[in-house]
């Protein structure tokens, strides 16, 4: 008998098992609860730790499954009319990696803007890539950085034939996503896989008033953050397996090497009730969502300081957008977002995803409700009178950064000894170091690349304001580690 959209097989081995309340010679420590601080136990009741359990035949193993784990995969892989899903427990950021891992071998290339989350530039170590680098775009009248275009895609192709794979952010951290038809047909045209973060699009296909997902535009393999929008607990993500290009044994075993041990069930099911959510009711709770979105951001747009860009603005960039992300440009406020950060935790219970210079993002959920839109538009009517800074001239810009790599990112990672000299004279070397300010969010500087005079200048003059530099290693900018 087939296994049907409308169950949870995962889930439902989980509950039974955990129904039973059997006694515990198995990890983890605290056995069902009875360990665990009072004080913990006591807001989240006792029912929870009966989820907390190993592998065993009753609930399967995700390193090797066979039973209600493989149906659960099998499951998320036709709802989202893939070859194959397999589910992971931490996080896209092990599913970046997985798909380098096993798409590549050591020593290829692979076409990429330098926006990408963290765990990209660690697969690209753990995978020994060279990275060819796109320049992002920058849109100064949004604040906001967008990943690269179409024909960026299919110049570096041209330049650099022997790239294996082109690896997009779609839809970015705003909700911006890309053309993402006409790059996949680009890639396959020139034989290239087409890798996709999709971290923040998990969504996508369940609603036909969100842009393209990955996966329908015939990307090859796709990451998602499950537990990003839809309703898995954190740390719940798949990836998917999407062509024949891929050797489907290979991500198995990378994804393994990837994972502990020791999954927590609790997150593993929630993975697999997100799945049935999302394919029973997606279409009427995202509709909803979307309704409160736009009903957000036409309040925001009322207001005088505030602004938070539609998805016309996008698509006239040629671009797509997620419009369940609020971004809320707060520029004209005097105030850096940090700071409406800070006001709307502190004065008003608001905590958003984040926030740099420019924006506030607020992310929206399968459990967002149009009452928390509300809060959050009369939270920002209130700031817009009470809060005033002086306005700043701040600038969202890029130096060039489709920079010469010398070496690849592991190499200098696992090989080579470092020194450090005055950024002032660091052009011409070799960086040995990441260093990522926010903003842009982006790494500016890359282990392996010839480091520029304009990397240099641009540094030196954020080492002057009051920036955020991700991976500095000293309490400031003077000096910069390079390969000796
Ligand atoms: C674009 C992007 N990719 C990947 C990740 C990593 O996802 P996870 O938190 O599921 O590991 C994030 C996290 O914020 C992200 O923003």
Not at 112 to 117: A, E, G, K, Q, W
Not at 340 to 360: G, P, R
Not at 456 to 463: A, I, K, N
Request: glycine share 6%; with cysteine.
């Amino acid at each position: 008998m087939k296994t049907k959209q409308d169950s949870a097989p995962l889930f439902e081995a989980v509950y039974n098992h955990a129904k039973k309340r059997m006694v515990s010679f198995h990890t983890p420590g605290h056995k069902n609860g009875r360990s665990i601080d009072k004080k913990l136990l006591s807001f989240t009741g006792k029912n929870v730790y009966y989820f907390d359990v190993t592998v065993f035949p009753d609930v399967d193993s995700l390193h090797d499954p066979t039973k209600c784990i493989k149906q659960a995969q099998e499951l998320m892989a036709k709802a989202y009319g893939v070859e194959q899903s397999l589910f992971l427990v931490n996080g896209s950021s092990s599913g970046n990696q997985a798909m380098f891992l096993s798409a590549c071998k050591p020593g290829d290339s692979i076409i990429l803007s330098r926006n990408i989350h963290k765990s990209v530039l660690g697969g690209i170590i753990l995978a020994g890539l060279w990275p060819i680098w796109l320049q992002p775009k920058i849109d100064q009248n949004l604040d906001i950085i967008l990943d690269a275009e179409p024909d960026q895609i299919a110049e570096a192709i041209k330049k650099f034939p022997e790239a294996k794979a082109v690896f997009i952010t779609s839809p970015t951290y705003n909700g911006v996503t890309s053309d993402l038809l006409e790059i996949a047909n680009i890639c396959h045209k020139n034989n290239k896989l087409l890798l996709v973060d999709e971290a923040h699009g998990p969504h996508l296909r369940f609603h036909r008033d969100f842009p393209i997902s990955a996966v329908e535009a015939d990307a090859d393999m796709i990451v998602q953050s499950v537990h990003k929008i839809l309703s898995a607990l954190s740390q719940g993500s798949v990836l998917h397996i999407n062509s024949d290009r891929i050797d489907f044994n290979r991500v198995k075993k990378v994804v393994s090497m990837l994972q502990t041990t020791s999954p927590n069930y609790l997150t593993l099911s929630s993975i697999d009730l997100a799945r049935r959510q999302a394919v029973l009711h997606g279409e009427k709770l995202l509709g909803e969502i979307i309704d409160a979105a736009e009903y957000g951001r036409k309040k925001i747009n009322r207001l005088k300081n505030f602004f938070c860009f539609t998805r016309e603005d996008i698509r006239s960039r040629g671009y797509d957008l997620d419009v369940t992300k609020l971004t809320v440009n707060v520029t004209k406020t005097g105030l850096s977002g940090l700071e409406i950060e800070d006001i709307l935790n502190e004065q008003y219970n608001i905590q958003v995803d984040c926030a740099d210079l420019f924006n506030l993002i607020a992310i929206m959920g399968i459990g967002s409700a149009k009452a928390d839109v509300q809060k959050l538009v009369n939270a920002l009517e209130d700031i817009d009178i009470k809060y005033h800074g002086i306005e700043k001239n701040w600038n969202l810009n890029l130096p060039s950064l489709t920079t010469e790599m010398v070496m690849t990112p592991r190499d200098v990672f696992f090989q080579k000894e470092s020194k450090r000299v005055s950024l002032n004279k660091a052009a011409g070397h070799i960086s040995a170091q990441t260093l990522t300010p926010y903003p842009p969010g982006i790494p500016i500087l890359i282990p392996g690349e010839r480091i520029t005079k304009e990397i240099c200048d641009y540094l030196f003059e954020l080492s002057s304001k009051d920036i955020r530099i991700s991976g500095q290693e000293t309490d400031t900018l003077k000096t910069i580690k390079v390969v000796k």
